[in-house]
C-alpha cells in the first residue's frame, strides 16, 4: 500500500512537473494571447454603446358584464370590455391584455408617437426597442424601452403610454357614443311600429303582445343606454398607468467591475489553451 502510494504521489509530481516546464516554455504564447484577449476586452468595454432601459406598467382595471349589451352589439361590446355573463373572467381578462398589447405596438400608433417626439426616430425603429410583457394574474402590461440616451429613453416610453391611454379612450368613447346613437335611433324606430301595431289592434280587436314584443326590445335597449351613460367614464378608462416611467441614472450595460473581470478572465482562458493546446494535439498524434 504505501509503494503504491508513493508511486501515484511521484506520478502526480511529474505531471504538475511537466506542465510547469511546459508553460515556462511557452510563457511567451501565454503572454501573447493573454495581452489580446485582455486588450480587445477593454476595448469592448469603453467603447461600447450605452443602453438605457425604462418601463411603465397598465392596469387593467377588470372586465365588465352586460347580457343586453353583448347580445344586440356583440363587437362594440367586445371592444367596450363587456361579455356575457357566462364567459370565464379571467380568459376574458387574458384576451384584453392580449389586446391592450397588441394596440400598444399598433403601426399608426408607432407613427404617431415618432411625430410626437422632438428627436428622430422611425416607427421601425420603436418597434425594435420596445418589449411588452403581460401579467394575467395581476391583469398588468409592463411596457419596456431601451435606448442609447437617458432622457430619450424615458420620452419614448412616457409618449408611448400617453398616446395609447388617449387614443384607448377615445376609441371607447367613440364607440359608447356610437352605440347610444344607434339605440336612439332603434327605439325611435320601434316606437313607431308600435303605434302602428296598437293602431292596428284597436282596428281589429287584437291587444294580444308576444314575448319578444318590441316594448321589451325597447326596455332592454334603454337599460344599455343608461348604463353606459350613468358608467361612461370607468368603461371609456377602463385601463390605466400604475407605474410610470422613470429616467435612469446609469446604463444597464455599463458595469464596468463586471466586465473587467470576464476580460481577465478570457485573457486567461485564452493563454492558458494558447500553452497547453498544441500539447493536447500532440499526445493524440502519438
Wanted: hydrophobic residues 40%; negative net charge; contains cysteine.
Amino acid at each position: 500500500m504505501n509503494k503504491n502510494n508513493k508511486g501515484n504521489s511521484s506520478k502526480n509530481s511529474i505531471k504538475i512537473r511537466d506542465l510547469i516546464l511546459i508553460f515556462v516554455k511557452r510563457k511567451w504564447f501565454f503572454i501573447i494571447f493573454f495581452m489580446a484577449v485582455l486588450v480587445a476586452g477593454l476595448l469592448f468595454t469603453f467603447i461600447k454603446t450605452p443602453q438605457y432601459e425604462t418601463y411603465s406598467v397598465l392596469k387593467l382595471k377588470g372586465v365588465y358584464y352586460d347580457e343586453n349589451l353583448y347580445k344586440y352589439f356583440p363587437g362594440e361590446a367586445s371592444e367596450l370590455g363587456f361579455f356575457a355573463p357566462e364567459m370565464d373572467v379571467k380568459e376574458l381578462e387574458g384576451s384584453v391584455l392580449k389586446g391592450i398589447a397588441e394596440g400598444i405596438r399598433d403601426d399608426g400608433l408607432l407613427e404617431e408617437v415618432s411625430g410626437r417626439l422632438d428627436f428622430e426616430i422611425s416607427k421601425e425603429e420603436l418597434g425594435q426597442i420596445v418589449s411588452i410583457l403581460t401579467d394575467s394574474g395581476n391583469k398588468v402590461v409592463r411596457v419596456t424601452t431601451t435606448y442609447d440616451n437617458a432622457d430619450e429613453v424615458y420620452q419614448i416610453n412616457n409618449t408611448l403610454i400617453s398616446v395609447y391611454l388617449e387614443s384607448n379612450r377615445n376609441k371607447k368613447s367613440e364607440i359608447a357614443d356610437d352605440v347610444i346613437l344607434e339605440i336612439n335611433n332603434k327605439v325611435a324606430a320601434l316606437q313607431g311600429k308600435c303605434e302602428e301595431s296598437n293602431a292596428g289592434n284597436e282596428l281589429s280587436g287584437d291587444t294580444d303582445a308576444g314575448p319578444d314584443s318590441a316594448e321589451s326590445i325597447i326596455d332592454d335597449l334603454n337599460k344599455i343606454k343608461y348604463n353606459l351613460e350613468s358608467n361612461r367614464e370607468t368603461y371609456i378608462n377602463n385601463v390605466g398607468m400604475q407605474e410610470e416611467p422613470f429616467i435612469p441614472s446609469e446604463a444597464m450595460n455599463m458595469d464596468i467591475l463586471k466586465s473587467l473581470l470576464v476580460a481577465v478572465f478570457a485573457a486567461v482562458a485564452a493563454g492558458l489553451i494558447a500553452v497547453y493546446l498544441p500539447g493536447v494535439f500532440n499526445s493524440f498524434r502519438e
